[in-house]
């Protein structure tokens, strides 16, 4: 049972647009058992298009492909497909008829010739109701290989996988079982979590593999079984699991598939009914993002704020112009200020602050480019860190970030 | 001239990382004129790697690869790309030097074993030292055709590609000129530009293609031209963007490759010597990030609070608590009132305020999931407006800072 994604548009291959498509159609397939070995991104040419059929359908049993089915002269799938399986386009009553409700209940106003198009599809394809938009999905079978076409907004293609391709290839094939499981780890560096758990990474059964996926401080490890039996994968893999806990748990954060350090910096506030807020310097928002983008994130997170500029620190916050003036504003104090003011401005229980100079330029606070500051303020007190990251601005910014939720839910944890 | 690039790694097909490298690479080769016909992500298998190889360069002059080069155990590429071009391992002194001086400058630790195999490169290769990390590049080549290989950590792939590979290949090869421009605008679907469009578009020249780039009701134009007379390229490429103006300049943001609304924000707000500060509370942090995280977003942007919870509305900001009582927290009194309130406590002559409901459940407003309230604040007052964006709490989120920005800039242009 193997699948391969084929993703059109020039604007991936000119790098206008980041393929986010494949990621999620390769995890979803993945967990159904599906095992992608694939993923091509060609441009809106008919050839390119046409040969990548033809190459993917030789090696997989399953081709999912997305683009180039909006109402724009650059979309060519749909024809491309017709010549592809020598079938013709008609016009799809059911799919015209959900094109004008949309248009209806969204846009009010009428339909456009270029959008009627929308509901021509190949007179052998399957359509795929599409709820989120006008473009419908389609399943079209040759020589027993199945071709699927979606249409590249990402909530679109997303919701058509779930409510329409997934249940029909669960359906229609039978698969073996594919396990991951994914370790998220904080504080400990690729090579050296490499070299404590070598022994076991030996030791581990052939049909288990092991990854490591690095990104600015955290390490992901995921161990994937693929067999025929399923309680034997689970088994294996849950007994390495206790091994390995064995082995580095003390920098282990979680187990889920999407787990993250505010997720698992919620779940523990949520826990002891505690609050958190934050007050923001070189990190600009971010990390009050990476609580708020989380549903539930009201249970333990009050707010912050965003002090950017240099006096903001003294007007919204109320921290001392002589403390600034003193130390300067990258420092421990100014650092630890501002934690400890938000956390009794929004009466939590604990506190991020951060200040520092992402660059490229030395700011008012005059320290290198890349140092920054850490405070936590915890129910007993409060504490800060000094780091000097790099010298590249989203790579400082994304380090502070990092840093701060690894601060935080140490304390947490204690 | 012909790009292919191929990305390597488990992750990728299973969608646990997004393959942001071949966006940045294809953005890249683009700029000086070499043009990208295919990205393949595969597998870490041996011979999924050898048939991308060869697939690749029977199509492609340059094939650039990502991936499987840490010093991790399921990191082949560089023993594959060995057996690809018949070829052995030798150790090189240079990257030894650097991978130790590395560790004794971030690590503060003896270098270890595995780190060291970082050093050993095919004895063909010319490497390319990567200033960033350990794993060298490596440029290689067989029956004319160029590879370069490089590893998956971003910025050491950014700073490996602005270095050492595009100087390389500029000076290696002759290029066509590929001339892209990007023309970003706002407030306007996708089909209502083509409608408006289409006779300017039917009468484009052959060498110049159009491309529609939709995202949460931010539609990019993209015009790319090919050909080997720059001049005439440009002159066609300009005078057809002159015409395009004429017909839809009111919804015309910017002109620049990596043009944002924000960015556009940002340049007016400096030339007129005004400030913004910003009072986010289902959006949280998202839009003061997306002001941070641009170089000099100081010289215009003195900070926000992020006010998610309720009572830090009252607690922060200083909004009236009857007045949320009265009207509920998501209304658009409490929208007007957080943005004058943080307008005035930040001393700014702008202000965004957000207000609502991303769902998944009803909050405390106990408005439909999906309502938001946006305030603008200006010099002169303040205005608001209500949407009812979607049921997708990522979707409502982007909406809602797309359609502020959009706000705040058409006030600008006053």
Known sequence: MYAEIITIGDEILIGQIIDSNSAFMGKELSKIGVDVCR????????????????????????VLITGGLGP??????????????????????????????????????????VNKQQALVPS???????????????????????????????????????????????????RPYIIHK???????????????????????????????????????????????????LLDTINSNVISLDAIIGDVIVGYEEDQTIEKGIGKLLVKKNKTLSVAESCTGGMIAHSFTINEGASAYFNGGVVTYATQ?????????????????????????????????????DYAIATTGNAGPTRGDGDVEVGTVFIAIATPEGVFSEKHVFSNLRERTIGKTV??????????LLK
């Open 182 to 232: 994914t370790i998220l780890t904080h504080g400990m560096g690729e090579s050296s979590i490499a070299e404590k758990i070598e022994d076991w990474e030996n030791d581990l059964p052939q049909f288990i593999k092991l990854a490591y996926l690095p990104s600015l401080g955290r390490v992901r490890l995921r161990l994937s079984a693929k067999g025929t039996d399923e309680k034997l």
């Open 402 to 411: 990092n840093k701060s939720l690894e601060l935080l839910y140490n304390e």
């Open 312 to 348: 903001s620190k003294v007007d919204i916050l109320g921290v001392d112009a002589d403390l600034i003036k003193t130390y300067t504003v990258t420092s421990t104090e100014v650092a630890e200020a501002m934690s400890l003011k938000v956390k009794e401005k929004l009466k939590t």
């Open 124 to 174: 052998t394809a399957t359509v795929l109701m599409n709820q989120y938009g006008t473009a419908p999905g389609m399943w079209l079978e040759k020589n027993n290989k199945v071709f699927i076409s979606m249409p590249g907004v990402p909530y679109e293609m997303k919701g058509l996988m779930k409510d329409e391709v997934l249940p029909r290839i669960q359906k229609r094939f039978k």
């Open 39 to 62: 993923i091509t991104s060609i441009k809106d040419e008919k050839e390119d298009i046409l040969n990548a059929l033809q190459e993917a359908s030789s090696r997989a049993d399953i």
């Open 72 to 113: 724009t002269k650059d979309d060519i799938t749909k024809h491309t497909l017709c010549e592809y399986f020598n079938d013709t386009l008609v016009l799809n009553k059911e799919v015209l008829v959900h094109v004008k409700e949309l248009f209806a209940k969204y846009i009010s106003a009428p339909i456009s010739e």
